[in-house]
């Protein structure tokens, strides 16, 4: 019985830290969690100083004497922080981090989520068009994986038909 209490903890407790989110506990403490990316470019000035936790796919990033520079496009994030929506986006802002930040691993097409401080605004163009970009200092960021492309071969054929072909095709329980 001891045996079973002690593998169902550990059992719970591993499910837990598969669950957790890639921020750390004090900086979400701190964060304006509802405060989306259309708000904070609408009106830049009133948000300066707030903590916020947003996620995206990074567009380009820049290495300056200041730090490294990211364009992010948000996208909204599952409970873990991860960008899950691909096809929704409140539209781009910038990461800038005081550290050196290698851009061959954060490159483009990669998801990102940052945790940082709303510091201001900086308009630049995307194309032609003149865009605000919100500007938020890094605190935390976290790169997540790559995740494999599966290419199946269109002309493999498995000899074996799945299982429920035969209660489909109505053969009973036997062959």
């Known amino acids: 019985m001891r045996k079973a209490k002690v593998l169902l903890c550990f059992f719970g407790m591993w499910l837990m830290a598969g669950c957790a989110h ?7 403490e701190q964060a304006t969690l509802n405060l989306g990316l ?5 009106n830049p000035g009133f948000y300066k100083g707030k903590v916020v936790i947003w996620s ?18 948000e996208m909204p994030a599952d409970r ?30 990669r998801l990102v989520t940052v945790a940082g401080t709303v510091t201001g605004s900086e308009e630049r163009s995307v194309g032609a068009v003149p865009y605000v970009y ?9 790169l997540w994986a790559e995740e494999p492309v ?3 071969d269109p002309y493999y054929y498995d000899r074996y038909p799945p299982i429920w072909w035969r ?3 109505g053969h009973g329980w036997c062959w």
């Open 134 to 142: 919100p500007v938020v200092t890094v605190l935390e960021m976290h």
């Open 167 to 169: 209660f489909y095709f």
């Open 38 to 42: 259309e708000e904070v470019r609408r």
């Open 56 to 73: 995206g796919k990074i567009l380009s990033g820049e290495n300056k004497s200041d730090g490294t520079w990211l364009e992010i496009l």
């Open 22 to 28: 890639v921020i750390s506990p004090q900086v979400r």
């Open 150 to 152: 599966v290419v199946r």
């Open 80 to 109: 873990q922080g991860k960008p899950s929506d691909t096809t929704r986006s409140g539209g781009r802002f910038l990461a800038k981090d005081p550290r050196f930040v290698d851009t061959a691993l954060y490159a483009p097409n």
